[in-house]
Nanobody
């Protein structure tokens, strides 16, 4: 069973930055598709970004495009999400998952989540 562990969440002011990390034990990390999703209070889980490691192609949801960057360290098997110009509406629990573009109910594994709070 694949293990995914997020870290790096916390609090930030609007306009600030945070970087999330997701440590994995995926055997074929270099060929994996990996995704960040988030869930705000009282809302459903929302897709944020996906990276296809083998092709090195990234996809972003419209609300985060131009502000968030998904990337990986293939040697360390870590997935990252650099979040810049944060907005209060980015407040959510952020999850990493092994899987490509949605639908997310087909994903192989999920992390436990890390809280991000954006407020002044």
């Amino acid at each position: 069973e694949v293990k995914l562990v997020e870290s790096g969440g916390g609090s930030a002011q609007p306009g600030g930055s945070l970087r999330l990390s997701c440590t994995t034990d995926i055997v074929n990390f270099g060929g994996a598709a990996l995704t960040w999703a988030r869930q705000a209070p009282g809302k459903g889980r929302e897709w944020v970004a996906t990276i296809y490691n083998f092709q090195d192609v990234q996809y972003y949801a419209e609300p985060v495009k131009g502000r968030f960057t998904i990337s990986t360290d293939k040697d360390k098997k870590i997935l990252y999400l650099q979040m810049d110009n944060l907005k209060p509406e980015d407040t959510a629990v952020y999850y990493c998952a092994q899987g490509g573009l949605p639908p997310m109910d087909e994903y192989d594994a999920w992390g436990q989540g890390t809280q991000v709070t954006v407020s002044s």
